[in-house]
Every structure is written in C-alpha cells, then in structure tokens.
C-alpha cells in the first residue's frame, strides 16, 4: 500500500490550474500553426495568426490564454493500491481555491444553477474518479469554458440510425453551434453506454492529445473522415468563413444495450487545454 | 485595411460601417455581461437612469479575469452575445449603438439595430491575453458584487475586430461562409 498525503494533491491541483490556463498543450498548438499555414480564406487566416499571438503572449507573460478560465475539471486515476492520508475531495478543492486565487484566473463557478450566487473562489471543482490497478496516481486538470461547453448536445438515438445517424449527429451540433464556441473548434464525441457515460466519453475524448488517433481503426477512420467533413462546412475561425472550422475530432465509444445508441458531442474551443501529472 | 472607430459612436459612423469590415475600436466603452445587462433592462423598465450614459455607447460583453502584476485588466476576450439578446433590444432603443462579443445574434436584436441604426462587433474569442493589451484604463462604475461580471468603463485604443452584423443586418457569419465556400467550388 502506497501512502499519498493530501497536502501533496493540493499542491498539484494548484499549479495544473495555473499552468494549464497559460500554456496551451502542444498538439493543439501545432494544429493551430498547421491550420495557419493551409487557410486559403484571407479574414481566416488573419484570424488564426491573431489566436497564434495570443498564446505566446499568454505563455510568455504567464497570463491566462483566455479570460474564461473555466470550471476546473478534474480527473484522478488511483491505482487500487494508494492510500491518502486526509481528505481527498477537499484536498482537490482547495488545490483549486489557491491556483484560482494566487494565479489571477477568473472566478466563474455559481454555488447553485438557480440562485446563482458566485463561489468567489472556482470551487468546487468537477472531480472525475477512475480507479485503476497499482499504485500510481495521475491528475489532469482540465478548465473547461463555457462558450463551447453550452454548445454541446446529448442524442438517444435508435439503433436503425446507425452510424449514418451518428454522423448526422455530430455535424449537426458543429452546425447549430457555428460561431458561438469559438472555432476553430476541438470535437469530443462518446458514443454508447448509457446516457451519462455517453456524456462523459466525449468528456475524456477531450482529454486525449490530438495527435493520437483512436486504437480502434474503424474509430480512428471515422475521426478522420468527420475532421474533413466538418471542416468541408466552410464555418471558418470565429465563423467568418474559411477552411478551419476544427482542428480535431477525437471519438470514445463502449458497449451499450440493445435498444439504445447514445452519442454526445462535447465541443471545446481552441483553447482546449489540459495539463497531468503522476504523483 | 483596418477602419479605425473611436467612440462615442455616433450615426454617421455607424453607417458608414460594413458588414465584413475589421476595425480598430478606440475610446471608451463598457464591459457588461448577463447579470449586468439584467440589472441595466431593470432600471430602464423603471425609467431610472443607466450607470453610464447608454447615447452613442459601445458595449463589450466580457467578463475580465483579474489584473496579474502590473496588468491594467486580467485577459479579456469577448464572451458568447446570446445572452445578451433578450436585453440589447432595450438598451439599443435607449441610444447604444455599438456591442462588442461574438456568435450569434437573434433577428429581434437584428431588427432593433436595423430601425435603430447599431452595429455588432465581433471580436475574436479566446484571444483574451491579446486583446487586454488594447486596454489602458479600467475602473468599476456599478455591481462590483457581481464580481468579473461588474460593470466596468475601459479606455482602449486599436482593439481588433470585425464588422459581424452592420446596421442594414448584413451578416458576416452568413456571406463570409457562402463566400467562402463558393471560392472553393
Ligand atoms: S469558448 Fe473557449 S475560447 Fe471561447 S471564451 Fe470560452 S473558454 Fe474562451
């Protein structure tokens, strides 16, 4: 049995907060640079060049990429054989309590859908556990903004619908969506399981770094195949038209019943950011 | 070529602004979000005056992150505009002429903005480290409880942006993506 000290979680949630709104992961960057480079549309391009600037000017000055830094989603892998000394959710939440405060980032999180008073501080934090075997533990902090988020779409869909249907699908919520998450866009599609873990498919497929293609080859096919399809739509950067309207289309699936064939689309912007770390 | 729009905006300049143009915005505008714009709408329903006076004002829907060191303002890039909708209406009758944010705009906003003569900026999302620097003065003038949400006054010089929806409704999200796409044909 492996002892972590929740001390040592805190410390870590705090500086992933802070880093992760700054420095934009490396893939996306490329994608972006890439994108620059093959936009044939003239505002397009300029557009690009400018979300370029930004997050050098963000990395450079140690200043957030965007100024909605997100809801703080936290996802933890525990091996089966670690014990934490203290209390992990709270150790959780407090690591995102002084990386929100100390690094200056935007303070967006209500205590309640309805009254909608503000927390002041970014907690809670949304906390996505796995358990796993060993002895490992691996944090990744993921601030999520809302302009993208509020685009996303949840479908039970029929399995007559197949994966025409799933397609059909999916350029539909990047349709509906057209400016309004900030394109160039990252897609995270779920599909299967149930209506929640669909939703949470799409959520992980976010994470996974957008040089890496699904294992499955019919997955990663369909990946490459709804990348060229969405960007054929001609939404463009900001949506004023143009080649890149996504940089990414990364696709999850499970097993699912019978009846049923959930699929969610979880759309992120160009700041798509996230940043782990194994303790 | 960038148009360059310094505020207050008036009629004139309105029309000579059009849909697809990119601008550089100077002077001074203000920073209002949901909250805000709800408590901007309450006031007005009771004829009560505004925090700023809304004749020829540009409006940017933002909500800052905090200034870091020595920062005027934390990041601030625009934040989603339909939010916004159900409460331009109001203040575009009240003499608002320009907004500043991104996405879409519903037609009843369109359509105060054509009888009324406004215009919709867009500027780029997620471009927040960048855009900060075009603003050289910020001070909170009503709902400092409303946190990054507050309603602030900036002093800005040269910040980008584009013509989205001009004050005879053309839309760039429709002709920039119908334009494009038939380059490619
Ligand atoms: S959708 Fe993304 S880029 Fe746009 S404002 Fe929100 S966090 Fe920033």
């Known amino acids: 049995m492996r002892e972590i000290n929740a001390q040592d979680i805190t410390a870590a949630v705090k500086r992933l907060c802070m880093e992760a709104n700054s420095y934009l992961p490396g893939d996306i960057k490329e994608r972006i640079c890439k994108c620059y480079e093959n936009e044939p549309w003239d505002l397009a391009k300029n557009i690009l060049g400018i979300i370029k600037e930004n997050y050098e000017i963000a990395e450079d000055k140690y200043v957030p990429i965007c100024q909605d830094t997100g809801v703080a989603c936290v996802f933890l892998e525990i091996g089966q054989d670690v014990h934490i000394n203290g209390n992990l959710e709270e150790a959780i939440h407090q690591g995102v309590r002084e990386g929100y405060i100390e690094g200056c980032l935007r303070k967006s999180v209500v205590r309640d859908p309805l009254d909608r008073v503000n927390t002041t501080d970014n907690t809670p934090a949304m906390i996505y556990y796995n358990i796993v075997p060993g002895d490992g533990l691996k944090l990744t902090v993921a601030p999520k903004g809302f302009g993208s988020e509020n685009m996303s779409q949840i479908k039970m869909l029929k399995p007559s619908d197949g994966l025409e249907g799933v397609k059909a699908f999916i350029l539909k919520a990047v349709e509906d969506a057209g400016p309004n998450p900030c394109p160039p866009i990252v897609v995270g599609v779920g599909i299967g399981g149930t209506f929640d873990k669909a939703a949470f498919l799409a959520k992980k497929a976010l994470m996974r770094d957008t040089n890496v293609r699904n294992a499955d080859p019919f997955y990663a096919d369909l990946e490459n195949e709804m990348l060229e399809k969405i960007n054929a739509l001609g939404i463009g950067p900001q949506g004023v038209g143009g080649k890149t309207t996504a940089l990414a289309v990364n696709i999850e699936k499970m097993a699912t019943h019978i009846a049923g064939l959930p699929v969610a689309v979880n759309i992120n912007c160009h700041v798509t950011r996230h940043k782990s770390i194994e303790l | ?185």
Not at chain 2, 32 to 38: E, G, N
Not at chain 2, 123 to 130: M, N, R, V, Y
Not at chain 2, 136 to 148: C, H
Not at chain 2, 172 to 181: D, F
């Open chain 2, 1 to 185: 070529m960038e148009k360059r729009v310094t505020t207050p905006l008036t009629l004139e300049q309105v029309k000579d602004l059009k849909s697809g143009d990119s601008v550089l915005i100077s002077g001074v505008i203000y920073t209002a979000r949901d909250a805000a714009h709800k408590r901007l709408c309450e006031l007005a329903a009771q004829g009560k005056p505004l925090p700023f006076d809304p004749t020829d004002s540009v409006v940017y829907f933002v909500g800052p992150a905090p200034a870091k060191g020595d920062q005027v303002i934390g990041s601030a890039g625009p934040t989603t505009s339909y939010r916004m909708d159900a409460y331009s209406p109001t203040l575009i009758a009240l003499g608002q002429r320009g907004m500043i944010g991104k996405g879409k705009r519903s037609p009843e906003v369109v359509a105060a903005m054509k009888e009324h003569g406004a215009v919709y900026f867009g500027a780029i999302g997620g471009a927040g480290a960048l855009l900060s620097r075009c603003i050289k003065k910020a001070e909170i003038i009503a709902y400092e409880d409303l946190g990054a949400e507050a309603l602030r006054r900036l002093e800005v010089e040269d910040l980008p942006a584009f013509v989205i929806i001009d004050c005879e409704g053309n839309n760039l999200y429709e002709t920039g993506r119908k334009e494009y796409l038939e380059s490619i044909k």
